[in-house]
């Protein structure tokens, strides 16, 4: 992505996923927040953004992180949200095995409590296992663990897939990660 997307991309993400009080705009309980108000409110907060901008950030961001509705009106994160949102994900069957990527010095706490959400709503998986170690590699050395997420389904776990193609689980004990 251009620069001033990646910048645009990391703006948008903090406002809305994380602090959308940080330019004065709410998001509703479903994550989503009116088109005109937040470009009225980027532009009043020393990020002026037009229209065809954001639509840019929208189509050619690198993970399609954002999402209009139906008529454009509204846009909301497809995933990643630390503030309270329900996101209408449907329970879906996962594929036999996801990846999760993390850093080498996180390996003796998740042997012992598995993969945590932390601040997010949801553990990330990954369909690729690329993926997974690009997402490892944020924090330090990267490993790639396997989620037997098809073991975790059978024994009721819940698994969701995000607009972008994220996959998302509460919480993953270690008995089904392959270390
Ligand atoms: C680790 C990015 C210690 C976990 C990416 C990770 C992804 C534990 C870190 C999305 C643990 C949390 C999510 C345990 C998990 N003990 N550490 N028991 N359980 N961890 O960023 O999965 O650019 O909140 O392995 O591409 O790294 O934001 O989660 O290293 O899709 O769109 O705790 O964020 O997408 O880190 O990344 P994060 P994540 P965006």
């Given at each position: 992505?251009?620069?001033?997307l990646?910048?645009?991309?990391?703006?948008?993400?903090?406002v809305?996923?994380h602090?959308?009080?940080?330019?004065?705009?709410?998001?509703?309980?479903?994550?989503?927040?009116?088109?005109?108000e937040?470009?009225k409110?980027?532009?009043?907060?020393?990020f002026?953004?037009?229209?065809?901008?954001?639509q840019?950030?929208v189509?050619?961001?690198?993970?399609?992180?954002?999402?209009?509705?139906?008529?454009?009106s509204?846009?909301r994160?497809?995933?990643?949200h630390?503030?309270?949102v329900e996101?209408d994900?449907?329970?879906?069957?996962?594929?036999?095995?996801?990846y999760h990527g993390t850093a080498?010095?996180?390996?003796?706490s998740?042997?012992?409590t598995?993969l945590?959400?932390g601040k997010?709503?949801?553990v990330?998986?990954s369909?690729?296992?690329?993926?997974?170690?690009?997402?490892?590699q944020?924090y330090?050395?990267?490993v790639?663990?396997?989620v037997k997420?098809?073991?975790?389904?059978?024994d009721?776990?819940?698994?969701?897939r995000?607009?972008?193609?994220v996959?998302?689980?509460?919480?993953?004990?270690?008995?089904?990660?392959?270390?």
């Open positions: 992505m251009a620069n001033h990646v910048k645009t991309s990391k703006f948008l993400s903090l809305l996923r602090e959308p009080e940080r330019i004065g705009i709410t998001i509703d309980a479903q994550g989503w927040t009116s088109v005109s937040l470009l409110a980027c532009d009043a907060h020393g002026p953004l037009t229209c065809e901008e954001l840019a950030v189509s050619n961001n690198d993970k399609k992180r954002f999402a209009f509705n139906a008529d454009g509204r846009i994160a497809s995933q990643g630390s503030v309270q996101l994900y449907t329970p879906l069957a996962p594929p036999g095995i996801l080498e010095r996180f390996l003796s998740i042997r012992q598995g945590i959400k997010r709503h949801h990330h998986l369909q690729e296992e690329l993926t997974a170690r690009a997402v490892g944020r330090g050395k990267p790639v663990l396997e997420s098809d073991l975790m389904h059978n009721g776990y819940q698994f969701y995000s607009a972008n193609g996959w998302l689980t509460e919480h993953v004990p270690p008995v089904y990660l392959k270390l």
